[in-house]
């Protein structure tokens, strides 16, 4: 199967494009994975409808509708998207901020906030915005789960124990539980089946990966429940589920809290995108295919607006369970869909039996579930490599226990955003050498003196891009290079890194144009990109500098200063070819714009600088290098 690249409305659609060609040599595989799929899905589902603080059948409900939801408008092949702990716990916050976790309205609300969260990935997907997520980096997205994991444990101690859970921020909680395990308040049976159960799960899976212990644990504790009637003896369980699939509605909430949920949908859909984003990456590196991110966007909103009309929870890509597909061989969404099929099967035919399930056997799945999240190899490769990695993750996951999941998160971004910020307004200029051992080509002196440079000229480069914000630093350090350097004819300034000319920087630019001048200097700018160019050319400045102090290469710009100013040829720069090499036969320069004024086009929308002979005729460049 290729890669989705339809036009018109299929590639809305991606299943439009890869069904037709589908390998039935796949079948198998898909089916196979569909069924490992459930396996995993129904017992988390429930487990995360807890973490939510919604009743259990809101999981349940949210499976089959992102299954197929994402199946048809998805860009991954084998992206699983359903209840996630990292939504979950978000909307369980939120549940919480509403006054309505635990209570009959959780359910309404809970779907509300998928709707929402939707809603806004709809938009955000139609509008083009994807891009967003990656200012969600990896370090941050490591601290956000880390955080996560600890406030899921630590919501699901109370159900293994078997006693009240408490509430308040995490030092409180911590507190109250302590306090609770002092008085002895531990139910013995309680703690016996959450003991066993945990026992399962983690041995378990040390022994057999590929065993679904979770759906072995779920199935042996409805057993052993139903046989002992645990619930008559103290132990908590799930209660009443109700049977099938409700019809779908736009869920009933307050009018006055319908803002309140569509600025909390937003904060759903901003991690679940950042968490569904990383899986389908992922696994699309390892197939050899691209994952679109505005389709993403689409087809998870999808996902939730069609859990949130039937009653469900937020959902996003769930990397756990895509691994399963990848290990069971699924190959392509009909994995998806065959999975989407057998949730509807237990929830039509098997969900009421769930209502004598022991609470803290589903707090034991969720634990186990989330306990691998934990990413400390992570950790440690992110202190090794940088520190404002470490960093990032750090006050992630300390924000989300501090301030909880939403303004954690927020905290971390906006680190992100400001350590960003901060590093491009810390401008650098390397001075620009002639390398020895090749043509025409120059290099930093920073650590390499031996790189001739040319008496009365000044090769610039800057380290970052010039825009409005390093605009006048650049202009300043510009400056003192040049008074530091003493005797300086020209400037020649590497804009390769600036890919754009925003107001500021033309106005910045201008300003060190006059002071140049005032001191006597003239100044080359080289290398200089279309939008670059186009900026120049409508603020004025272009015409300003010259049109001939435009150039591709550094090496024709710094012929042009010499002859211009009269400067003698550089020393010999060793073995290669110098300087001075460069003056034999008849030179040819390039300028800004043609003869009559137009700016050609290059084929994608890029303009073709000319070469210009001595005679003044114009030549193509778009092949020549300096």
């Known amino acids: 199967m290729s ?57 349940l409900y949210a499976v089959p509708l992102a299954l197929v939801a994402y199946a048809v408008f998805g860009s991954s092949r084998q992206l699983v998207v359903g209840p996630v702990s990292t939504v979950s716990v978000l909307s369980g916050s939120f549940l919480a901020s509403f006054g309505v976790a635990g209570t009959a309205r959780a359910a309404s609300y809970t779907a509300a906030l998928a709707l929402a969260c939707g809603l806004v990935m709809l938009v955000a997907g139609f509008l083009g915005i994807g891009w967003v997520a990656e200012f969600l980096s990896k370090p941050i997205v490591t601290g956000f789960v880390l955080g996560l994991v600890v406030l899921v444990i630590l919501g699901e101690l109370p159900h293994l124990l078997g006693v009240p859970t408490p509430q308040g921020r995490v030092v409180e909680r911590v507190s109250a539980l302590g306090g609770s395990l002092g008085r002895g308040d531990a139910d013995s049976t309680t703690v016996l089946i959450s003991a066993v159960a945990l026992l399962i799960l983690f041995g378990g899976q040390w022994l057999a990966r590929a065993v679904p212990w979770a759906l072995l644990v779920l199935v042996a504790g409805l057993a052993v429940s139903t046989a002992l009637d645990l619930g008559a003896h103290g132990v908590e369980v799930v ?51 691209r994952i679109d991110a505005d389709q993403e966007l689409r087809a998870t909103g999808a996902a939730n607006v069609a859990s949130g009309l039937f009653g469900g929870l937020g959902v996003a890509g769930s990397l756990s369970k895509t691994a399963a597909v990848a290990d069971a061989r699924g190959r392509t969404q009909i994995a998806g869909l065959t999975a989407a099929a057998l949730a509807v099967v237990v929830i039509a035919l098997i969900a009421p039996v769930l209502s004598e399930l022991p609470k803290a056997v589903l707090s034991a799945i969720v634990v186990n579930a989330v306990w691998k999240l934990m990413d400390v190899t992570a950790l440690r490769r992110y202190a090794r490599v940088r520190r404002n990695d470490i960093v990032a993750a750090a006050v992630a996951a300390i924000g989300v226990l501090a301030f909880g999941p939403l303004y954690g998160l927020l905290l971390a971004v906006a680190g992100s955003v400001l350590g960003l910020v901060y590093r491009s307004s810390r401008v650098e200029i390397d001075v620009m050498g002639r390398l020895a051992e090749e043509k025409a080509a120059w290099g930093s002196i920073r650590d390499h003196r031996e790189r001739a440079t040319v008496p009365g000229v000044r090769v610039l480069r800057m380290d970052t891009p010039l825009f409005w914000v390093t605009a006048s630093p650049v202009a300043d350090a510009i400056l003192a290079d040049v008074d530091a350097a003493g005797d300086v004819k020209a400037v020649v300034l590497d804009l390769q890194a600036t890919h754009q000319m925003d107001t500021t920087s033309a106005d910045a630019l201008a300003d060190l144009l006059a002071a140049l001048r005032a001191r006597g200097v003239d100044l080359y700018l080289v290398r200089v990109g279309w939008a670059v160019r186009r900026g120049l050319r409508r603020s004025g400045l272009m015409a300003e500098i010259g049109e001939d102090h435009f150039w591709r290469t550094i ?45 050609p086009e290059r084929p994608g929308g890029r303009a073709a600088l000319p070469f210009r002979s001595r005679d003044g005729r114009a030549r193509d460049s778009r092949d020549r290098s300096g």
């Not at 989705?4 to 890869?18: D, F, L, N, T």
């Not at 796949?26 to 995993?40: F, S, T």
């Not at 710009?557 to 060793?574: D, L, N, Q, S, T």
């Open 555 to 599: 090496t024709l710009a710094v012929r042009e200063a010499r002859r211009a100013h009269g400067i003698e040829p550089a020393p010999a720069a060793g073995a290669g070819e110098d300087v001075a090499a460069d003056d034999a036969g008849a030179e040819e320069r390039i300028a800004a714009r043609s003869p009559d004024g137009a700016e």
């Open 239 to 289: 209660g009443p589920v109700p049977r099938g699939l409700p019809a779908p509605a736009v869920p009933s909430v307050a009018a006055a809290d319908v803002p309140a949920l569509l600025s909390s949908g937003a904060a759903l859909a901003l991690v679940g995108l950042a968490e569904g984003l990383s899986a389908a990456r992922l696994f699309a590196a390892r197939g050899g295919y």
């Open 3 to 59: 890669e989705p690249a339809g036009r018109g409305w299929r590639r809305w659609v991606p299943i439009a494009e890869w069904l037709p060609r589908y390998d039935s040599g796949w079948l198998r595989g898909d089916l196979v994975a569909g069924a490992v799929v459930v396996a995993l899905a129904v017992p988390q589902a429930l487990g995360y409808a807890s973490i939510a603080g919604a009743p259990v059948q809101v999981g």
